[in-house]
Each structure stands twice: as C-alpha cells, then as structure tokens.
C-alpha cells in the first residue's frame, strides 16, 4: 500500500505556507512529509498531519545533513513524488552592514540548499518518469528590495536554477516551478512597523495581504495532473503588486 500513495515532501510545515500545503496536500490524500528546525515543530506537524504523514527535523543551514535526511526518508520506502520547498528565512540589513556570514547563511537557507535537496530527489523522479518541484520564492527576488540584498539575491537565483533544471527533467515527466508571493499575512513579517506596513500596502493594488491558503491553492494546482504541461515558470501571487 505505501508506495501507491503519492508521497510530498514540505519543507517548513510547522507554520505559515508550509503548515497550509501541507494540509491542503493531506486533504488531497497525499502523504506529507513535513520538515521543521525544532522538535516542538515536528511535534506540531505530527499533531495537524495525524496518521497521513510525519514530520522531520531538517536544518537547511547544515547543507551537509540534507541528502542523508532525504536517503532516511527512501530507507524507510517512501518516494518524494512532489517536493516543496518551502522553508526561508531573511536577516535584513543594507549591503554596507552586512557581516560575511549573515550572507551566506542565508544564501545557504534560500539557494544553496535547493540544490542539495533537488539533487537528492532528483533520481528517483527521474526512475519513475515522474515528479513536481515547487518551489516558493518571493516577489523580492524579482524587483530587489532595499535592505534585503541577501535575500534577494537567493530568491533571484532560483530563477536560473529552476528554469535550468526544468529543462534538463522536462523530457522525464517531470515539472519544476516557482511561486513567487508577495506580501501574505505569516510570522515572517511580523517584525514590520507599523509605518512599514502602509507603505508597503499603498503598493498593493488589492490593498490586501495575500493569505497562506492562496498560495497553497497554486501549489495544489502545480502538484497535480492538471499542471501537467506547466514547467520552468513562476506564478506571481500579489494582489497585484508586481506585473
Ligand atoms: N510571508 C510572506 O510575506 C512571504 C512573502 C514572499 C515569500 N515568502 C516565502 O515563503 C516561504 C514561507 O514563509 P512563511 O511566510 O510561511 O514564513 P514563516 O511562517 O516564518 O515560516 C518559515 C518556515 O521556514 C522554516 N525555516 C526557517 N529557517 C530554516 C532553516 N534554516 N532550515 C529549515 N527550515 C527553516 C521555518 O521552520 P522552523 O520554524 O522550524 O525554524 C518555518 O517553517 C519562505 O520561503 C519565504 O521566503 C513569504
């Protein structure tokens, strides 16, 4: 029975967007793996997934730990035929106060581990002539944003890299895309002020923030049948704020 199921790996379910994939993935009877930094996150996941699923602890900062935390998961027979990822993280600050690590940790977080996880996934898509990467970047990533030039910087590189690898698994059946929000209400920008915030909802033509369920709605869209000739794109979700 287990490798009739359609297995998804989500990295960050514990909260914000990744908590609501998960779900909405567990509701469409996908298994969900879902990842969090802390043992009280994989007991949060445990807790909303119940018997459809489980949760990981996964440090994407510790690059090195990633492809043994995916061969775990094969050890134990399950597939990843949909892998989000999900999980980031920002420490905001201008170029010129930037320390070298708060750079690269973030580079790591937001790029580097992408491409560890991808490749550890990426055979046995490639085996079964099928598979769904999504991946959520962020509207910075394409119009830059003052005091986040390592976050940027890595949300702008996926660009590259899923376009690449989208061409190099396109003939396998399997698709690699982007959703790219905007502005949507999580933990994530609860350290906005108060004058931050109507600035940045001037710039929003639905004069809204965008909600977790939005997003995983697109990427219920783009890890099903129906997404199937979709591949190498980004799916902007805004309201409207960058076109
Ligand atoms: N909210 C927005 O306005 C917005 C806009 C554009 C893009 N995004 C993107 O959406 C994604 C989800 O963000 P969110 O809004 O849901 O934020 P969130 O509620 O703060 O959740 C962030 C998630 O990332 C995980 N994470 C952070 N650092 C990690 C690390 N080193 N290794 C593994 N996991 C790590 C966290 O896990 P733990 O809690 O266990 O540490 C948490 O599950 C991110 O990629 C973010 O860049 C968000």
Redesign the pocket.
């Known amino acids: 029975m287990k490798n009739i199921k359609k297995t998804a790996l989500v ?8 908590k609501a994939i998960a779900i909405k993935l567990s509701k469409q009877g996908i298994r969900v793996i879902g ?4 043992q009280y ?1 994989v007991q949060a996941i445990n807790a909303y997934l119940k018997k459809n699923g489980f949760g990981l602890i ?4 510790d690059t090195n730990s990633i492809s043994e935390k995916i061969e775990e998961i094969y050890k134990k027979k399950y597939s990843i035929d949909i892998l989000i990822n ?5 420490l905001d600050k201008l170029l010129i106060q930037m320390k070298n690590k708060e750079w690269e940790d973030i580079i790591k ?2 790029l580097t ?1 992408i491409f560890y996880i991808s490749k550890a996934v990426i055979r046995s898509m490639i085996k079964k002539k099928s598979g769904r990467i999504i991946t ?5 990533g394409y119009t830059g944003n003052k005091g986040q030039i390592n ?1 940027s910087a890595a ?1 702008s590189g996926l660009i590259g890299f899923h376009k690449t690898l989208a061409l190099e698994v396109a003939s396998k059946g399997i698709t690699v895309n982007i959703i ?10 609860k350290d906005l002020n108060a004058s931050q915030y109507k600035n940045y909802l001037s710039k929003i033509p639905m004069k809204r923030l965008g909600t ?1 369920e939005e997003i995983a709605d697109a990427v219920i869209f783009l890890s099903s049948h129906k997404a199937s000739y979709i591949t190498g794109q980004t799916l902007h979700i805004n309201g409207g704020m960058y076109m």
Not at 136 to 140: A, E, G, V, W, Y
């Open positions: 990295t960050g379910a514990n909260k914000g967007i990744g990842t969090s930094t802390s996150g996964l440090d994407l900062k999900n999980a980031g993280a920002k977080i937001n581990s959520i970047s962020s509207i910075i976050y949300k790219a929000p905007g502005l949507i209400k999580t933990e994530f920008i977790v």
